[in-house]
């Protein structure tokens, strides 16, 4: 079956600090990928995508590069900022019989102090 | 730009209740999704619909209804509420993979939604 795996929080980092959340996913065929961020009484939002093996999605100087090898989507921000606590989401698109779902990981809470 | 609206935001209800949440849609996507999102569990899909008047049945849909009557909107009801129903209820909606392919999924802001 389809299912995403990513690291239990909560995390929390000092500002600037190095993040990293990992996710792994398990698919048949080739399933694009996403991280999606929930900010506080917010709904969901695209952070960024990959679509094909080695692909390497950035926005807000986030960064994820699709592993088809590891089967992993890990984020990455190199110095992070107080407003990037929020819940991040990992999670693969699978088409089935002309229609599209996403599957989701878990979440992890990130926390970042001044 | 209003994108994906949920209504009502919050909601208690008593166990055995019936109610109704409406999300709308202004970006004529064709695909819309209803999610629960509960501690520790992350997103799971209840029912979804590829098109006006289709619905199909997702991960967790047993206790809820839906219906697509127009294009723009996604009802999710609930006949008789219980208390595992309490949870925050997500709509979202896309394009088709023959619109366009690659494109996200575009949520609301969600409806807290209490049974007691």
Known sequence: ?114 | NAGVTQTPKFRVLKTGQSMTLLCAQDMNHEYMYWYRQDPGMGLRLIHYSVGEGTTAKGEVPDGYNVSRLKKQNFLLGLESAAPSQTSVYFCASSYSIRTSSNQPQHFGDGTRLSIL
């Open chain 1, 1 to 114: 079956g389809n299912s995403v795996t990513q690291m239990e929080g909560p995390v929390t980092l000092s500002e600037e600090a190095f993040l990293t959340i990992n996710c792994t996913y398990t698919a048949t065929g080739y399933p694009s990928l996403f991280w999606y961020v929930q900010y506080p009484g917010e709904g969901l939002q695209l952070l960024l995508k990959a679509t094909k093996a080695d692909d390497k999605g950035s926005n807000k100087g986030f960064e994820a590069t699709y592993r088809k090898e590891t089967t992993s989507f890990h984020l990455e921000k190199g110095s992070v900022q107080v407003s990037d606590s929020a819940v991040y989401f990992c999670a693969l698109r699978v088409t089935q019989g002309g229609s599209e779902k996403l599957v989701f990981g878990k979440g992890t809470k990130l926390t970042v102090n001044p």
